[in-house]
């Protein structure tokens, strides 16, 4: 049987900029990981 490959999801990719250091990014990002269902 065919192994899955799993794509790892970058926060560019979702244009979330975690180096500004601002609040609403890391929610936008925590938001992502529970909607994409991967740990932070």
Avoid: D
């Amino acid at each position: 049987m065919a192994k899955k490959q799993r794509k790892s999801v970058y926060s560019g990719e979702l244009e979330i900029n975690l180096k500004s250091g601002r609040e609403i990014e890391y929610f936008k990002w925590f938001l992502a990981s529970l909607l994409f269902g991967k740990p932070i």
